[in-house]
Nanobody
Framework: VQLVESGGGLVQAGGSLRLSCTAS????????AAWYRQAPGKERELVAG???????NYVDSVKGRFAISRDNNKKTVYLQMSSLQPEDTGIYLC?????????WGQGTQVTVSS
């Protein structure tokens, strides 16, 4: 299983981006999916997660601004990010749990300028 992320970039504060994470390989279903963020000098943190029943959870700092979703047919997980702030800057990594195994994407850079 390989994960390919896209959608990162440079955006001004208040702007929006949508990240995508597409899984390839023999996959029946993604059990759990999440987006993590690695900011410079900080520990990796869970930004948003989505259970197999499509129940989302978010870190407090992004509630009301970010939305995680999935398209099972496309084997893709999305992170819609709105009202972006400079503190949202970092490398965003996709994480999925499939049949008891975990997989990570390579990460996509998000930079928010003030």
């Amino acid at each position: 299983v390989q994960l390919v992320e896209s959608g990162g970039g440079l955006v001004q504060a208040g702007g929006s981006l949508r990240l995508s994470c597409t899984a390839s390989g023999s996959i029946f279903a993604i059990n759990y999916a999440a987006w993590y963020r690695q900011a410079p000098g900080k520990e990796r943190e869970l930004v948003a997660g989505l259970s197999s029943s499509n129940t989302p959870n978010y870190v407090d700092s992004v509630k009301g601004r970010f939305a995680i979703s999935r398209d099972n047919n496309k084997k893709t997980v999305y992170l819609q990010m709105s009202s972006l702030q400079p503190e949202d800057t970092g490398i965003y990594l996709c994480y999925v749990l499939i049949a008891g195994q975990t997989f990570w994407g390579q990460g996509t850079q998000v930079t928010v300028s003030s």
